[in-house]
Structure formats: C-alpha cells, structure tokens
C-alpha cells in the first residue's frame, strides 16, 4: 500500500501532464512542465509554441536549448533549435545545431535532408554532399530530387561519385539518366564509365536512353564501345553483338526484341501489327510478321541503326513472303545515312502472294557516312494497305578485300 500510494501521485501528475500538452496552448504546456520539469517535450513544445507566435524567439531558443539538454538524442529536438536559430540570425549556431541532430540520429533520411539543404545554401559542398549521399542511400522517394540539386550545385560528376553517390547501379543509372535528359554528353559518358566500372548487370533498358542520346549526338563510336561494354557486363547481350558475317544485330529475330541499343528498334502502330512468328520462317525457327490492316501505314514500325565504315562496300540482302498484299505501294526495305538522309537502298516493293525469296542490294559507304538507318517503309506512304509480311535473316556485310 506504501508503494501504490507512492507510485500514483506520480503516475497522475505524469497523466494530467500528458492531457494537459495534448491541447497545446501556452497555459497548458506550461503547467504541463510544472507537473513534469525532467520531461523534454514538453519544453520542445513550449519553444515551438513561442517560436510560431514570433515575439519571444529568445525565450523559445532558451526552451529548445532545455529541450536538448534534457535529451540530446532527440533529433527532432536539435533541428527546430537550429530553426530558431536560423530565423534569428545565428548561423554560426544553427550549423552546431544541425551537426548535433544528424549526430543524434546518422541514418534517418529527413535529418540528414535537412542537414544537406543547410550546408548547400551555406555554400559548403564538403559538408552537404555526403548528407546527401545518406539521403540517397536511404530515401528512394527523394533520389531524383536529391541528384538534381547536387548537379545544380556541383556540375562535377566526379565530386558526385566521389562524395555524394553510393555505390550502386541503381543510383548510378538514376545519376545517368539526369545527365542524359539534360543533354550533358561528356559527363553521361562519365557516368556511363562509373557504372559500367561497378561490374554488376543492371535491365539493358536503362541504358537505352544513354546510347540515343550518343546516336543523337553522332557519338557514333561512343555508342558502339558502350554496347561492347554493356556485353561484357551482361552476357544476355552478347548475341545482341554485330559480327563481321553479319552487321545486322539480330537479323533472324531468333532473340527478344530489345527495343533499343543497337537492336531493333520498333514502335506501336496500330494499322501495322508487328508479331514474332514461330510458325513461319526462313531459317531458325522464328521470323518477323507485319500486318496491315487495310488502313494507312507509312512504315512497319521497325528500325535499326548500324554502325559502318566510310568508303567501303556492302551487301545488303534479306528474305520476305507476303500474304495478300493490296496496296498501290508495297512496304522496301530502306537504308539510308543516319544523319544525312542519304539514301543507298531502297528494293523493290512487296505485293500480292509469294513464298520466300531473297532482296539484294550493294552500295558504298560516303566519305563520312559512320551510321546506317535501316528501315521497312513505303513510298509513297499514303496509299491503303492489306496484307501480311514476314521477314526473316536480315544480313548486312562488308564486301572489301
């Protein structure tokens, strides 16, 4: 009886206290302290309270700092002092109070946030980047927010590895694909070296916008190597690899469509159905069918760009059946310079019924022709078409001695 009657004063001062800081008013949250003085909280409160109301800001500093002392492992407690501080002007002090919070909780990524946003307003890059890269390693939800401020600050994507960025391809492709949407071509291959450096596989398509950025930028080598690169870290690519019997990257269709790269490339089209077919073909055992569906469609829908050399000879060939074709414009096969538009093939069209046959063609090169756009197109473009075309062991070879 000795020790309840003990123990309920108190456990009724620390209840009426509790009720009292749940509406918190000024009266309240000082009683509240009355009752419970040894309780930080309420004293966080209390220099929350003052600190809104903008009258005594020395008065809320003095309860934060009590708020603190009371409990220094409260990162909560040392960033709204280092608030305080900031409104009144003591940076000095503010900067102390951010370091204690992120030295109070190291890991949480809002603390580690606000101690970032505090040293890149100062200026002081050495001490807000590796905030950062806490943030990042930590809050997925804030990478992009986080790389965007860290380039506008820096510039430098070598202090962004060094100091903001963990080692992760995750990261690494995320910091790529900022570089790449902000048409930053020498620091993307930075980055593109970094992750490729990490020696893990990543999804090939989040290179994929690395490598049209370099096609777009006639980084026509560039992008040729980064493929190579992208092979020996991920050897699902490596049958995506031109060869000197074949510079048609996956000309029989026998692999996934990749959709980038130096793969096919294709898009919807909606009046010109692209499908692999398993049950017709020329050699392997799969081919590319194109249906049209009687409306109009200036393309099949599927590209690929292919890496040559100026002045020199090639032999294009490729096998094609149609099914019914009507149209007064049949679908070529067209190839033509990438940057320029010259064209050096253009075939035959395709009409009506006929098994497989083969389409051949030589050209050669121009003097600074380095990428080749190969396509299935129509011209004219505009006239209806039916029908169905299959296409299957697309080659392409150099033909010098």
């Known amino acids: 009886m000795l020790v309840i009657g003990l123990y309920l004063p108190l456990a009724a001062r620390a209840y009426l206290a509790a009720h009292l800081a749940a509406k918190p008013d000024l009266p309240n949250i000082q009683r509240a302290i009355r009752l419970e003085p040894s309780d930080a909280e309420y004293r966080a409160l209390l220099g929350r309270n003052l600190a809104l109301s903008g009258a005594t800001l020395d008065e809320a500093i003095s309860d934060y700092r009590t708020a603190v002392h009371l409990n220094p492992y409260e990162a909560r407690y040392w960033l709204d002092l280092a608030g305080a501080y900031q409104v ?49 390693a930590n809050d997925p939800d804030q990478v992009d927010s986080a790389l965007q401020l860290c380039w506008r600050a820096t510039e430098d994507a070598n202090q962004m590895f060094d100091q903001a960025l963990p080692r992760t391809t995750d990261l690494y492709s995320s910091f790529l694909r900022l570089l790449v949407s902000k048409q930053e071509v020498v620091p993307a291959e930075n980055a593109w070296d970094h992750l490729i450096g990490l020696q893990q596989t990543f999804p090939p398509k989040l290179a994929f916008p690395y490598f049209r950025l370099l096609i777009a930028k006639q980084e026509v080598s560039a992008a040729t190597s980064a493929w190579q690169q992208l092979a020996q870290v991920d050897q699902e690519i490596q049958p995506y690899l031109p060869s000197r019997e074949n510079l048609i990257v996956n000309g029989g269709f026998e692999e996934n469509l990749l959709n980038g790269g130096f793969d096919w490339w294709y898009e919807s089209n909606p009046h010109a159905a692209l499908a692999i077919d398993t049950d017709q073909f020329y050699g392997g055992t799969r081919s590319l069918s194109v249906t049209f569906d ?21 032999e294009f060939s490729a096998e094609s059946r149609t099914q019914d074709i009507d149209s007064a414009s049949g679908p070529r096969f067209a190839i033509a310079d990438a940057y320029t538009n010259s064209s050096y093939v253009l075939t035959d069209d395709l009409l009506g019924t006929n098994p497989w046959h083969k389409q051949q063609a030589h050209f050669r090169t121009g ?35």
Do not use: C, M
């Open 88 to 136: 009144a002007g003591r940076i000095d002090e503010q900067a102390q109070s951010v370091e204690q919070a992120v030295e109070a909780d190291p890991t949480t990524p809002h603390v580690a946030w606000e101690a970032a946003n505090f040293f890149l307003i100062q200026g002081n890059l050495g001490k807000a980047l590796p905030y950062f890269r806490t943030v990042l």
């Open 294 to 314: 009687g409306r109009n469609a200036p393309d099949a829908g599927i590209a690929q760009f292919i890496p040559v050399k100026p002045d020199t000879d090639y």
């Open 367 to 401: 003097p600074r022709t380095n990428l080749l756009f190969l396509k299935v197109i129509r011209q004219p473009a505009a006239p209806l078409i039916r029908g169905e075309l299959w296409i299957d062991n697309v080659r392409l070879v150099e033909t010098n001695n």
